[in-house]
């Protein structure tokens, strides 16, 4: 497991269901989640994630973003601009069949330029029983926690890993 972790605020929780109604019978089956934002995720584009060597990843819904409901791990990561149109299809395909709320590949950002880049590939995902405070989260940067209030979806913040 990486020395850091990666939050993200504001995921749909019935995108989250789907993975989750596939990983808890196959925990290990790469699924995709896809964050609304034109910008790389810049330290999973930096050093990229493997299965040997994961990124934990703590998920708040997008109404609950000052409480973390999910953890996964993220195995890999694509800038989506950059995927072959062959990776593409089987992209999609996986996409439509196992995670028809994603509604395949796409560029949903909201930023000026339309692209959503990032693409993470991500396992067991796990549904807390107990949902904790963002608060509970360091950053990396500046050793802070990590502040609640938040009142849009969308962006990360690189922390510390705790176990759930």
Same mark, same amino acid.
């Given at each position: 497991m990486k020395s850091e972790a990666i #939050?993200? *605020?504001?995921? *749909? %929780?019935s995108v989250l269901k789907e993975i989750l109604n596939v990983q808890k019978e196959l925990p290990d089956h790469v699924m $995709? &989640?896809?964050p609304y934002k034109s910008s790389p995720i810049k330290h #999973?584009?930096? %050093? %990229?994630p493997t299965s040997e060597n994961? $990124? =934990?990843l703590f998920l708040t819904i997008t109404n609950d #973003? +000052? +409480?973390?409901? $999910?953890t996964a791990e993220?195995? @890999?990561w694509d800038n989506k601009t950059l995927i072959s149109e062959e990776k593409k299809k089987v992209l999609m395909r996986l996409l439509?069949? &196992?995670q028809p709320e994603e509604g395949g590949l796409y560029n949903a950002s909201r930023s000026d330029d339309g692209e959503s880049i990032n693409l993470l590939h991500i396992r067991r995902l796990i549904k807390l029983k107990k949902p904790f405070k963002i608060s509970t989260l360091v950053k990396t940067k500046d050793n802070n926690p990590v =502040? %609640? @209030?938040?009142?849009?979806? @969308?962006?990360?913040? $690189?922390? =510390?890993?705790i176990t759930s």
């Open positions: #939050l993200i *605020y504001g995921v *749909y %929780e $995709y &989640l896809q #999973l584009r930096d %050093e %990229e994961p $990124y =934990k #973003l +000052n +409480n973390v409901h $999910y993220i195995i @890999g439509y069949t &196992l =502040k %609640e @209030g938040r009142t849009s979806s @969308g962006g990360w913040a $690189y922390v =510390k890993p």
